[in-house]
């Protein structure tokens, strides 16, 4: 019975902090109801009431703004009959575990990439070249990923390609100035230890 009491006190405590302090601008009373306030000290209070109390302003002032939809959801409609089964794209190996094997080397080979020019002290323009391309290459990849994932294409499929050619126009970019920095500069990782350094 216990159990069940619980969920629902921690409930209307919460509703009556949020209640006091959404748009409160002066110090309210306690927000704890009576089930959790006693008369005595805070050191022989439950450890449970005490972290509660102390968390509730800052839970209810944080779950207290309104959800904002950016891309609401479409009607439900089912496609054929219930009984149909879901069409299964055709497999081709580029687009399924060469795909993700390509991503984890670049995402592995970027660690000692990373680590090695700071450690052995040498700077060798072509370990410069090879960890800016691998950098372009892994970004690329994961913001296509996100626009893949949160700008499907049956949904939305004029924004969806406009953001993949910023995406190419921006790799590109930042390609290009990448190059400039290594041949007529000083290079990524000459430039990381001066910053590091100042």
């Not at 509703?15 to 805070?42: E, V």
């Not at 409609?77 to 670049?106: C, M, Q």
Request: glycine share 6%.
């Amino acid at each position: 019975m216990a159990a069940i009491a619980r969920p629902t006190i921690f409930h209307r405590a919460c509703q009556a902090a949020a209640g006091r302090r959404m748009f409160s601008t002066t110090p309210s009373a306690p927000l704890m109801t009576s089930a959790f306030t006693t008369a005595k000290p805070l050191a022989r209070r439950p450890l449970k009431a005490a972290l509660l109390r102390d968390a509730l302003p800052k839970a209810a002032a944080f779950h207290a703004s309104g959800s904002q939809k950016i891309l609401p959801p479409l009607p439900q409609v089912v496609k054929g009959t219930a009984n149909d089964p879901v069409p299964v794209p055709s497999p081709h190996p580029t687009h399924g575990s060469y795909h993700w094997t390509f991503e984890r080397l670049i995402a592995g080979g970027l660690v000692p990439l990373t680590i090695a020019p700071f450690v052995a002290g040498s700077l060798n323009p072509v370990m410069d070249a090879t960890l800016c391309s691998l950098l372009i290459v892994h970004s690329h990849i994961g913001f296509e990923a996100c626009i893949i994932d949160y700008f499907p294409d049956y949904r939305v499929p004029g924004l969806r390609t406009a953001l993949m050619w910023i995406l190419r126009i921006a790799t590109v970019t930042v390609g290009v100035g990448l190059y400039e920095f290594e041949t007529h500069d000083v290079g990524v990782t000459e430039a990381v230890k001066r910053i590091w350094k100042a």
